[in-house]
């Protein structure tokens, strides 16, 4: 990118002449931003004081980059690893080449589905008009397997839900971030899910903590999901171990969700029972499946961790929660943090094909 | 090295805090070598801890400090730099003291280098995998394990705060075992405790922060931290645990207008609220109000009514986009602008409400 007082042009070799770039500069002696769209290879012209800019380049490879640069009499020429990317810089960097950069700013959530550099609006799901502080569900499609990028304004979440959830539901917080969040059919649990998360949202305002918790887990048979979510709830708060056979009641009712397992095993560490039986829990966690839930995820991290290294822990199971630490490193690494359930970074394929089976072998 | 110990009787809080400000041997994959803005953002914070923590159930009774200035200039006490050998020593300090009781506080604040892969992990100064080909990741300690770790401390109340990226290695460099060890060992049965672990950013994401100044979500932070998500409760402002969550509110709305880059802090393992600082005061609140393009110009006057106005009239930046009003409290207030040649905005009238709000005129 050289950029002078005169104006503004921007190089890349790995895109087609003419590629359009939507720019943003804004300095002290600019009463308001400069925005336009430059093309590769081409020259926005501009009228620049010499001083101090920001100037932001939304690219359709590498996102949304952004450099401060004092600009005087002479050219600056900038590189784009020189610039910082900027956060929600996925939607332009997923979006087919050739979209129109200024398209992003319209106040309506789209959903899109494809791959990365192959992106298309979904035809059967209508753009949505929402507003901060809003909750709205997402009109179904044909295949929720299938990746989406949802846009909101300049912001996007690419997210995989998965294929058996009833309904998904965009969350549009009143600081202006938004979410997708896949519903648990149950709306006390998703309430509480999103007080973990974030704390901030507006159905928030009706949680009770852990009495929510508690009457999600006396209904596990109608939302076993939501009863994974008040699990987790009452190990953060510490008051999982006064329900400690609720908790072993769930990983022995609903044996091929490893959510369960991972509380049971947690749950067990809190009551301070032998690391061995908390031990077997993680294994038949890591052996089930993946949780359905990320801070699932993390916790069975940390509970294989802490017993990995504990020296109370019998030589096999450190062995074999090593072994377990190492398969789930991969899924860890490419978790995507926008998002409760666990799914992963568009583009990632952290779970190559494997002939180890994925079913329960039991305690 | 122990900057401040003060006797306190009972219940006390102890803070380590550390700022890497300078990575002489960083490989440049893994970002910039100069990083003054972490050593501004651990001294602003040790600070904060030093003149303004409010805690009169626990005050602050000692506070280490291990800092690697760079190009920030430090006028502060002599301390250590911040190399692992000396975050190990001084967060044993720290445990130690934290350790005495389960009635006391205790907040760890990192400022440096991060990366996220498996778990999350936080480089020393003397991180240098160039030259520590046998043990490459020499000088980095997994934060998640420290984490689990500090569930030995008996100190029910532990706020953690990492202000690091957390950004990915590239793929072609050798990137952490499962082995990096924490700054303590995870323990199977931790002490009951309410210990929100709070990054600056989410998994993968990086952190901001301009040279030499505080970095975006330490100010925020240290905005929250002021007072300004206290809330009203039993007759008195409170700021509780569970109101480290709004760090993100005040991130989002200044990084929406353009304030600060966007990023979105983490809270993480919280689900409690521990009453943490109190105040006299209600809490200071902060109107980002941006001037319609009629009055945008350098040379408009903001004039604000209400419970908590400032006196007398804004002048409009820089930057020219919007003023940034300090309210004594929040409250209806009434904005009116006056551009440079008579032209006119306003009067609106919005409720103002904590931490921080934005206006439209």
């Known amino acids: 990118?050289?950029?002078?007082?005169?104006?503004?042009?921007?190089?890349?070799?790995?895109?087609?002449?003419?590629?359009?770039?939507?720019?943003?500069?804004?300095?002290?002696?600019?009463?308001?931003?400069?925005?336009?769209?430059?093309?590769?290879?081409?020259?926005?012209?501009?009228?620049?004081?010499?001083?101090?800019?920001?100037?932001?380049?939304?690219?359709?490879?590498?996102?949304?980059?952004?450099?401060?640069?004092?600009?005087?009499?002479?050219?600056?020429?900038?590189?784009?690893?020189?610039?910082?990317?900027?956060?929600?810089?996925?939607?332009?960097?997923?979006?087919?080449?050739?979209?129109?950069?200024?398209?992003?700013?319209?106040?309506?959530?789209?959903?899109?589905?494809?791959?990365?550099?192959?992106?298309?609006?979904?035809?059967?799901?209508?753009?949505?008009?929402?507003?901060?502080?809003?909750?709205?569900?997402?009109?179904?499609?044909?295949?929720?397997?299938?990746?989406?990028?949802?846009?909101?304004?300049?912001?996007?979440?690419?997210?995989?839900?998965?294929?058996?959830?009833?309904?998904?539901?965009?969350?549009?917080?009143?600081?202006?971030?938004?979410?997708?969040?896949?519903?648990?059919?149950?709306?006390?649990?998703?309430?509480?899910?999103?007080?973990?998360?974030?704390?901030?949202?507006?159905?928030?305002?009706?949680?009770?903590?852990?009495?929510?918790?508690?009457?999600?887990?006396?209904?596990?048979?109608?939302?076993?999901?939501?009863?994974?979510?008040?699990?987790?709830?009452?190990?953060?708060?510490?008051?999982?171990?006064?329900?400690?056979?609720?908790?072993?009641?769930?990983?022995?009712?609903?044996?091929?969700?490893?959510?369960?397992?991972v509380t049971w095993g947690w749950a067990q560490l809190h009551a301070g029972r032998p690391g061995v039986d908390a031990a077997d829990a993680f294994l038949c966690a890591v052996d089930t499946g993946v949780p359905l839930y990320r801070e699932g995820l993390e916790l069975l991290r940390d509970g294989i961790d802490v017993l990995r290294e504990d020296e109370a822990t019998p030589a096999d199971r450190r062995e074999a929660l090593h072994a377990a630490l190492l398969r789930l490193s991969p899924l860890l690494r490419a978790l995507e943090p926008d998002c409760p359930v666990t799914t992963w970074r568009c583009g990632e394929t952290p779970d190559p094909p494997s002939r180890r089976g994925r079913t329960n072998p039991g305690p | 090295m122990r900057i401040v110990e003060r006797p306190v009787a009972g219940a006390a809080t102890h803070a380590f805090v550390v700022g890497v400000g300078e990575y002489p041997n960083l490989p440049p994959e893994l970002g910039p070598r100069d990083l003054s803005s972490a050593a501004a953002s651990a001294v602003a914070f040790a600070d904060w801890l030093e003149k303004a923590y409010q805690n009169p159930a626990a005050p602050l009774a000692t506070l280490e400090l291990v800092l690697t200035p760079g190009a920030f200039p430090y006028a502060g006490p002599p301390v250590e730099r911040a190399t692992i050998d000396h975050i190990r020593a001084r967060f044993k300090a720290f445990f130690d003291a934290a350790n005495q009781s389960a009635h006391n506080v205790a907040i760890f604040y990192f400022a440096g280098h991060g990366v996220a892969e498996s778990a999350s992990f936080l480089l020393a100064e003397d991180f240098d995998p160039a030259h520590n080909q046998a043990d490459p990741w020499f000088g980095a300690f997994s934060m998640d394990k420290t984490y689990l770790g500090l569930g030995r401390c008996q100190a029910a109340v532990q706020l953690i705060f990492v202000e690091a990226c957390r950004t990915r290695s590239p793929d072609d460099f050798d990137t952490p075992g499962i082995d990096v060890p924490g700054l303590a060992s995870p323990t199977k049965n931790p002490v009951q405790r309410d210990a929100p672990l709070v990054f600056a950013c989410e998994a993968g994401q990086p952190a901001y922060g301009e040279p030499g100044r505080p970095a975006s979500f330490t100010q925020a932070l240290l905005h929250v931290l002021a007072g300004a998500a206290a809330e009203k409760r039993a007759g008195a402002w409170e700021l509780g645990t569970d109101h480290l969550a709004r760090v993100g509110d005040v991130l989002a709305v200044w990084s929406k207008h353009e304030l600060v880059p966007t990023q979105y802090p983490e809270v993480t393992r919280s689900g409690r609220s521990t009453p943490l600082l109190r105040f006299a005061e209600p809490p200071r609140v902060e109107a980002i109000v941006r001037p319609s393009p009629a009055v945008a110009s350098p040379g408009a006057r903001l004039h604000v009514e209400g419970p908590g106005a400032p006196a007398g009239e804004l002048p409009l930046g820089p930057p020219a986009r919007r003023w940034r009003v300090p309210l004594v409290k929040g409250g209806t207030y009434t904005f009116s602008a006056t551009g440079p040649a008579g032209e006119q905005a306003g009067p609106t009238t919005e409720h103002v409400a904590a931490p921080c709000q934005v206006v439209e005129l």
Not at chain 1, 80 to 86: A, K, L, N, P, Y
Not at chain 1, 201 to 230: H, N, Y
């Open chain 1, 1 to 261: 990118m050289r950029v002078s007082s005169h104006g503004l042009e921007v190089f890349d070799r790995s895109l087609a002449p003419g590629t359009p770039l939507a720019y943003t500069i804004e300095g002290d002696a600019l009463p308001e931003a400069a925005r336009g769209v430059v093309r590769i290879g081409q020259r926005a012209e501009l009228d620049l004081q010499p001083g101090v800019y920001l100037v932001t380049l939304t690219h359709p490879r590498l996102g949304r980059l952004a450099k401060r640069l004092e600009i005087g009499h002479d050219e600056a020429l900038v590189r784009f690893s020189e610039m910082i990317e900027e956060r929600r810089s996925r939607p332009t960097a997923l979006a087919p080449e050739g979209l129109d950069p200024e398209a992003a700013a319209a106040p309506r959530v789209e959903a899109w589905t494809g791959r990365p550099g192959a992106w298309t609006p979904d035809p059967t799901c209508p753009a949505l008009a929402v507003a901060d502080g809003q909750i709205c569900p997402l009109p179904p499609v044909a295949d929720w397997g299938r990746v989406f990028v949802l846009r909101h304004g300049e912001q996007a979440v690419a997210v995989r839900i998965p294929a058996d959830t009833p309904r998904v539901d965009v969350v549009v917080s009143r600081s202006g971030r938004t979410r997708l969040r896949p519903a648990a059919r149950d709306p006390q649990a998703d309430a509480l899910l999103d007080y973990m998360v974030g704390g901030y949202v507006v159905e928030s305002a009706t949680v009770r903590g852990g009495a929510d918790a508690r009457q999600l887990i006396d209904r596990e048979r109608q939302s076993p999901a939501g009863a994974a979510v008040g699990a987790y709830y009452l190990l953060r708060t510490g008051e999982a171990v006064d329900v400690l056979d609720d908790y072993a009641a769930l990983a022995h009712n609903f044996p091929l969700v490893p959510d369960f397992w």
